[in-house]
């Protein structure tokens, strides 16, 4: 069994911070502290056609999950966040952290990143 690719945003995932996220990206993009949203969402909150493509590309599974539901399922782990692991069985495994994330400016160089940390 492959390894999960788990994607993990620097954002809760309820409905009030979804509207919070939503207008800091839009007025604030420079404070907004999530590059992984940034970089793959467009402004209204859409995935990227290009990191669409990518994820439905990919052979191996793929989760996402906003920060509160990752420090539920995973209240151990501390890594910063944003970050993508490898969810192997039970374990995380970081793969990409948030300070590489961080020096992503679009969706080809958020590829690149994850193909070479793959390979």
């Known amino acids: 069994m492959k390894?999960?690719?788990l994607f993990i945003y620097?954002?809760?995932?309820?409905l009030f911070a979804a509207a919070s996220d939503f207008a800091r990206r839009i007025l604030k993009p420079d404070e907004y502290q999530c590059n992984?949203?940034?970089?793959?969402?467009?402004k209204?909150?859409?995935?990227?056609?290009?990191?669409k493509q990518f994820i439905d590309s990919l052979d191996q599974p793929v989760q996402f999950l906003h920060r509160d539901e990752f420090k539920e399922?995973?209240?151990?782990?501390?890594?910063?966040?944003?970050a993508i692991f490898l969810l192997?069985?039970?374990?995380v495994e970081l793969l990409i952290s948030h300070t590489e994330i961080d020096g992503v400016k679009s969706v080809p160089e958020m590829i690149t990143l994850i193909k070479n940390k793959l390979s």
């Open 10 to 14: 620097n954002a809760d995932s309820s």
């Open 3 to 5: 390894s999960t690719l």
């Open 44 to 51: 209204f909150g859409t995935m990227k056609n290009e990191w």
């Open 88 to 91: 192997k069985k039970e374990t």
């Open 73 to 82: 399922k995973y209240p151990n782990e501390t890594t910063a966040l944003p």
């Open 36 to 42: 992984l949203c940034m970089v793959t969402y467009g």
